[in-house]
């Protein structure tokens, strides 16, 4: 049974490139999170999508950022014009019920660096 | 949204038990106890979480106070590979479906 799967595992992109980042659930899990972790900083919540619908995005710098969950294929989260703060590691989450409800299996993250 | 105070870090000597403490004083009713670990260079892994009874899975148990204000993390034997970050996370029943993940204790395993 596959796990979350994120790639690319690194990603390196020059300031005012864009960033997409994918995120595979696990089968049958219809809820997607994104979740970012700066250099020595805990994780911090980004977005909360269900099949094709945003539920939570409250976390999500009101710029450049986008996130997608599409009824077919996988998660995309977009950071367009990426600035050397983007820096980070992105983990995505799955779970087959709504968070309150089902513990979060996560994936090992895409690390991105802005050069 | 109720916060945890966890230790920094913490030292286990291998094969012995660990217990990692995590106060949440301003628990309300409907707050679950949840417990992840992120292992270095991976994504934070679920443990365990509980309400009020005292829960048991085969990764660990978690012991609750009967006022709900601690909780305890059991990790019967410690091995090498649970040498990890281990956060004690509050997450409402009935609001946000977001995990507020602290900066948790740092679990050290000796060999």
């Known amino acids: 049974n596959a796990g979350v799967m994120q790639n690319p595992r690194h990603l390196v992109r020059r300031r005012g490139q864009e960033a997409r980042l994918r995120c595979s659930p696990m089968k049958g899990h219809s809820h997607v999170y994104w979740y970012r972790q700066l250099p020595e900083e805990g994780l911090k919540f980004m977005v909360y999508l269900q099949k094709e619908n945003i539920i939570d995005e409250s976390g999500m710098p009101k710029e450049r950022f986008s996130a997608e969950f599409p009824k077919?294929?996988?998660?995309?989260l977009r950071i367009q014009q990426v600035v050397r703060g983007d820096s980070a590691a992105y983990f995505c989450a799955s779970s087959p019920r709504d968070s309150r409800r089902s513990p979060l299996h996560f994936g090992n993250g895409t690390r991105l660096t802005v050069t | 949204d109720a916060k945890t105070t966890q230790p920094n870090s913490m030292e286990s000597n291998e094969e012995e038990p660990v217990?990692?403490?995590?106060?949440?004083?301003?628990?309300?009713?409907?707050?679950?106890?949840?417990?992840?670990?992120?292992?270095?260079?991976?994504?934070?892994?679920?443990?365990?979480?509980?309400?009020?009874?005292?829960?048991?899975?085969?990764?660990?148990?978690?012991?609750?106070?009967?006022?709900?204000?601690?909780?305890?993390?059991?990790?019967?034997?410690?091995?090498l590979r649970d040498a990890a970050v281990y956060y004690c996370i509050l997450l409402s029943g009935a609001g946000s479906y977001q995990l507020t993940f602290g900066k948790g204790t740092k679990l050290s395993v000796i060999p």
């Not at chain 2, 892994?45 to 009874?53: A, D, K, N, P, R």
């Open chain 1, 72 to 76: 077919e294929g996988p998660s995309i």
């Open chain 2, 19 to 79: 217990h990692l403490p995590c106060n949440h004083s301003t628990i309300s009713g409907t707050d679950y106890i949840h417990w992840y670990r992120q292992l270095p260079s991976q994504g934070p892994e679920y443990v365990i979480h509980g309400l009020t009874s005292n829960v048991n899975n085969r990764m660990a148990s978690l012991a609750i106070a009967e006022d709900r204000k601690s909780s305890t993390l059991i990790l019967h034997r410690a091995t």
